[in-house]
């Protein structure tokens, strides 16, 4: 039970982030100045940016056959790159978020809220390989920095919306807590999680798209969000890069 609780740490905090930004924005949050935000989300991208590197960092122990951990890395992004533009992932992701405001446009500031915030809380790469890697192997850095993140959108969030915002925090709970109990189980058959090179190449990929999400912190925090790199395009990186460790293995 200590063993899935420990797996799991990364989403209860984050929870905890989304209800308490909430309790903060619904009270202040209105009344934040502009640059003040402005300022906040550049710190953000700075602490963003240099986490997503540092997970990156895990690739020099990676080898895929006769490919370098690098060069793992760029091949799974550049085929990932493909693969999503190709699904148009990030315009879907765009479409099921202006469906859902369509949806419930008449029905009040606290499903909206509620919907936009779960969406913007869900949907990312940082949900998906933090909470991998916080089943896989105990280390819940990255939801922590998700958290913070998350946190600080609550505050401006629940300052517009209201407390329906802090809803987003069951959806977070099923999402991110479902894929660490999965990611958990699936530790049990590696002989060392913290050293499998496929659970290495998941993470290097995966600080890489961090280190993305930075740099769309930083652009948002300048003002040129139209710059911004198109992360969503690139999560198919995060099975295909898996994959080749296994399929060049034998080279």
Do not use: H
Not at 39 to 66: E, S
Not at 227 to 250: C, D, F, K, N, T
């Amino acid at each position: 039970m200590l063993d899935l609780v420990a797996r799991t740490s990364g989403t209860w905090i984050n929870v905890a982030a989304i209800a308490a930004g909430t309790v903060v924005g619904a009270g202040v949050g209105a009344r934040l100045p502009d640059r003040l935000g402005r300022t906040l989300m550049q710190v953000l991208g700075l602490v963003t940016l240099l986490v997503g590197l540092g997970m990156a960092r895990g690739l020099d122990g990676v080898r895929a056959g006769p490919l370098p951990g690098i060069i793992l890395a760029l091949v799974s992004l550049a085929l990932g790159a493909v693969v999503g533009e190709l699904l148009q992932i990030e315009e879907r992701l765009t479409a099921i978020g202006e469906a859902a405001r369509r949806k419930v446009g008449g029905g009040g500031r606290f499903t909206e809220g509620f919907v936009t915030a779960s969406l913007l809380f869900c949907i990312g790469p940082m949900a998906i390989v933090g909470s991998i890697q916080n089943g896989l192997t105990l280390d819940a850095q990255t939801l922590v920095l998700k958290s913070s993140l998350d946190g600080i959108a609550a505050v401006a969030l629940a300052g517009v919306y209201g407390v329906g915002v802090g809803l987003s925090a069951l959806p977070i709970l099923v999402l991110q807590g479902g894929i660490s109990v999965a990611a958990a189980a699936f530790a049990r058959v590696l002989p060392d999680p913290a050293t499998d090179p496929r659970v290495l190449a998941v993470g290097g990929a995966g600080g890489l798209l961090v280190a993305g999400i930075g740099l769309n912190l930083l652009l948002a925090g300048v003002g040129m969000e139209d710059r911004r790199v198109r992360v969503g395009s690139m999560l198919p990186a995060l099975l295909i890069a898996p994959v080749l460790v296994v399929v060049l293995a034998g080279w």
